[in-house]
């Protein structure tokens, strides 16, 4: 007979698994990529195709070289294989400004010249910030957040804002973001837009705040991502956004809520939330940690905006709790079942 | 209503077997009995080889209080007293040729027994607690010195997929159950009655209460639980019935609490009315393997290896053979073949398909694995020679496609483990402390407290063994004193 399997219980297995996960994490982003290519043409599909090859590509190597095994066992075995390169690349491509696939001085016309740029962002967030920590549940930030942040730096000129080059012939607009000039009066005439997307970005994915309601629905409906977080971040930066933008400069009560909405509807806000806040390895394991950290991004995004007078507010405040993330998880752990907080460990 | 616990986790249910009526498995014909069928010290043989025995006649009897006394299951002739394995330790089983004439000994019936006679009955008939873990029933009834016990707290969860036994025997015995739980509240001196059902039972919810109007009782009190994996856990079932703590590292009497399962009540109820030991409970026998799924009345000793010749499987592990060896024949007469036949070689490749598809169904319905208990805590074995013993609420015999065999991959930090955690420990920093073998740390995240209900390791996308993580990390902390 052949022999039993034997394991430590329990037997049983959840549907969960880390392949269908990032799968889910792909399907979710799926709008943000659609409107991506609505507002911005057909070249935003090249660039997340360049990222996600190159971050394959990278991971796949790394694990080769790195196990120094070159069979077929060792390429299943791959850590490549679970897809969460893909999202790493999804999100950076999404992160990136559309002109970079554009001929310069030709908004709309796809020129490969700086496929670089996108390839050597990728290959940062994998290797120096992913795998090199250990890969996958390991990295202390999130990879893309990173690499973009790394490309500001380095390639700053070619990062800024761009405006919308949409397919579908809507009015374009103004180029400069909202960010930047914090007016009450713009929220007010292009809600509708803000809403949609077709508004110049920085990132092509952050355009549509509604792509992007869709898959925080579709997250949290799949049990991914607790629907809290995004929601306490969001929350967050509408409550300082009021006390720190609104109150001292609004006139009227309603020009302190347009002002509120704007923080709320631009840069980049709602996709950090969504899918950057939620990334398992760089946020807290505990919700109450999360409170933590959710409430820390939303303080940092305002203060960034408010007083450093960039747009890069979401990225750095993300970045700034990302590592802050080992703290509180070494503080903010629940007391056991049953356990009393002083005399825990104590018996 | 007061039913919520924090944590845990909705495995499928598969209850597959909760409408089907309890019935007797024919005896085997030979029994297997250990001394050890509870916690605490095995019980002392006290027959010999060559002795005729009948079902109840006392085999063994209880080495001190947590102990608890062995009874024969069959009438017969005492074969042999020889160490078998049993999980993992060597345990002395008493092995009796069945002569099939049930010829019994039981002891004297009890009528209005006082609070003493019904102790001194738990013990002398052996129960123990039949939900899992054994623990000596008359033990359990005796709460220490200066402790004060107000409420019973009668454990009808269930909660464990596939297992209906407690279901069962709930909507076919209430009476008797409902008399078993009066003399354990009458030993322990309590008013104060709670019997927690998950709500998927809503049936033997009803059946109870039913009984209980009939009766004109007022003490009872059924509680339906949200249905929600570990609810019958001790702790977390005392929390969602009176929200009373048990402290960590404490006995429920620590808070007035003392819990019973259902079929504990049920053989109390048999030894103190009907002077009938334990011998025998009800084990639902289920899995994808087995044809004949159902409730049974099952005497204690019988190997799986019998209990599954009676349940039968739906495809033999023979047939697998026999097919393989009908693949290898056409396989080889494919080869002497020659090139030309060109619609011979057609016909035989069709006919190894067709034969190969076989296989495959075969396959899939033949079991991988074999349980004694539930699938989020019982125990697997290699071994179908173990047998069947107080505490085996099911027995499961389960295909691949039902068991967890992927192999673990890296924790991707998604703290999943945490929040389904129903002691609120933090799994993912246990498991990396124990990888790292600092215990210290382990400690720290609360191992001790783990009850090993394997919610963290169930939920876990990377599949990770949390719950061996654990075990050692209890017994390394324990061993060193940490
Ligand atoms: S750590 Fe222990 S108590 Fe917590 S879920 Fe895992 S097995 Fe259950
Ligand atoms: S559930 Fe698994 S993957 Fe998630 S944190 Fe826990 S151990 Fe890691």
Redesign the pocket.
């Known amino acids: 007979m052949e022999k039993l399997f034997v394991r430590t219980s329990p037997y049983i297995s959840s549907r969960f698994a ?1 392949r269908k996960i990032m799968l889910d994490v792909i399907i979710a982003l799926i709008p943000c990529i659609i409107a991506g290519v609505i507002f911005f043409g057909w070249g935003t599909l090249i660039l997340i195709g360049v990222c996600c090859l190159t971050a394959f590509v990278s991971e796949f190597l790394f694990t080769l070289i790195k196990n120094n095994k070159w069979n077929w066992e060792a390429v299943k075995n791959s850590s490549a294989t679970d897809l969460s390169c893909f999202v790493t690349g999804i999100l950076l491509a999404l992160n990136l400004p559309a002109s970079l696939v554009w001929k310069s001085g030709q908004p709309g016309v796809i020129s490969l010249a700086n496929i670089w740029m996108p390839m050597v962002g990728t290959v940062f967030a994998i290797v120096f910030v992913k795998m090199a920590f250990g890969g996958i ?1 390991k990295n202390f930030a999130n990879p893309a957040l990173a690499a973009r942040i790394f490309m500001v730096v380095s390639f700053g000129a070619f990062m800024g804002t761009v405006g919308t080059n949409n397919i579908i012939g809507l009015d374009a607009v103004s180029s400069a973001t909202w960010l930047s000039t914090r007016n009450a009066s713009a929220v007010s005439s292009q809600w509708f837009n803000m809403l949609i997307g077709n508004k110049g970005a920085a990132a092509f994915g952050e355009t549509s705040v509604i792509a992007i309601l869709i898959g925080y629905i579709y997250l949290s409906v799949r049990k991914v991502i607790d629907p809290r977080v995004p929601l306490i971040i969001i929350g967050g930066v509408a409550v300082f956004a009021f006390l720190f933008d609104a109150l001292p400069n609004g006139s009227s009560f309603s020009e302190m809520m347009l002002l509120v909405a704007g923080h709320v509807l631009t840069g980049g806000l709602m996709l950090g939330a969504v899918f950057m806040a939620t990334d ?1 390895s760089s946020s807290p ?1 505990t919700f109450r940690g999360n409170v933590i950290f959710a409430l820390g991004i939303a303080l940092l995004v305002v203060i960034i905006r408010v007083f450093g007078k960039t747009d890069e507010g979401v990225s750095y405040a993300i970045l700034i709790m990302n590592i802050l993330v080992p703290l509180i998880d070494k503080y903010i752990y629940p007391r056991a079942f049953g356990r009393k907080r002083a005399t825990r460990g104590a018996k | 209503m007061p039913t919520k616990f924090f944590g845990g986790v909705h495995p499928h249910t598969n209850k597959i077997t909760q409408r089907d009526y309890i019935s007797e498995l024919t005896p085997p014909a030979k029994v297997f009995v250990p001394v050890v069928q509870h916690i605490g010290k095995p019980a002392i043989v006290k027959v010999n080889v060559g002795d005729y025995v009948k079902v109840g006649t006392l085999l063994a009897s209880a080495d001190g209080v947590i102990s608890a006394n062995i009874f024969s299951p069959v009438s017969g002739k005492v074969m042999a007293i020889e160490n078998r394995p049993m999980g993992d330790r060597e345990v002395t089983h008493i092995v009796i040729d069945n002569d099939f004439s049930d010829n019994a000994e039981f002891l004297p019936k009890l009528t209005n027994p006082t609070k003493e006679q019904i102790l001194a009955r738990t013990a002398e008939a052996g129960i123990v607690g039949m939900g899992g873990a054994g623990f000596p029933t008359a033990a359990k009834l005796t709460p220490p010195s200066g402790v004060t016990i107000d409420t019973l707290v009668i454990n009808g969860a269930e909660c464990e997929p596939y297992i209906t036994s407690d279901h069962r025997i709930m909507l076919e015995y209430p009476e008797q159950i409902l008399k078993g739980i009066r003399y354990i509240a009458t030993a322990l001196d309590v008013h104060n009655i709670l019997i927690g059902v998950e709500e998927n039972k809503q049936d033997a919810i009803d059946t109870l209460n039913k009984v209980i109007a009939a009766n004109n009782i007022t003490d009872i009190k059924v509680v339906g639980l949200k249905t929600r994996y570990p609810q019958g856990a001790e702790k977390q079932l005392i929390y969602a019935l009176t929200k009373r703590v048990v402290p960590a590292c404490e006995l429920p009497s620590k808070v007035g609490v003392v819990v019973n399962n259902v079929h504990t009540a049920l053989s109390v109820y048999y030894a103190v009315y009907e002077g009938q030991p334990l011998y025998r409970r009800v084990v639902t026998v289920s899995g994808g393997a087995v044809k004949n799924k159902g409730n049974y009345w099952i005497r204690t000793g019988t190997t799986y290896k019998d209990v599954l010749a009676e349940c039968k499987t739906i495809d033999s592990r023979e047939n697998v053979k026999v097919i393989q060896d009908k693949i290898k024949e056409k396989q080889s007469q494919l080869e002497k073949l020659d090139k030309s036949q060109k619609s011979e070689i057609k016909a035989v490749r069709a006919e190894l398909k067709s034969l190969e598809k076989e296989l495959s169904t075969v396959k899939s319905s033949q079991y991988i694995m074999i349980v004694n208990g539930g699938p989020m805590m019982g125990a697997c074995t290699q071994n179908d020679e173990n047998v069947i013993t107080k505490t085996s609420s099911a027995l499961l015999f389960l295909t691949e496609k039902e068991v967890n065999t992927v192999s673990p991959s890296q ?8 929040r389904v955690c129903p002691m609120r420990l933090m ?2 920093f246990i ?1 990396a402390a124990a990888i790292a073998g600092d215990w210290a740390e382990a400690k720290k995240y609360g191992a001790v407290d783990c009850i090993l209900c394997g919610s ?1 390791s169930y ?4 599949k ?1 063994d ?1 719950v061996s993580s654990m075990k050692k990390s209890k017994k390394m902390i324990a061993t060193r004193g940490i």
């Open positions: 880390t549940g398992y394991n | 924790c991707i930090n998604c703290g999943k483990c945490a799994p993912m498991d963290c939920i876990c996308p990377a990770r949390l």
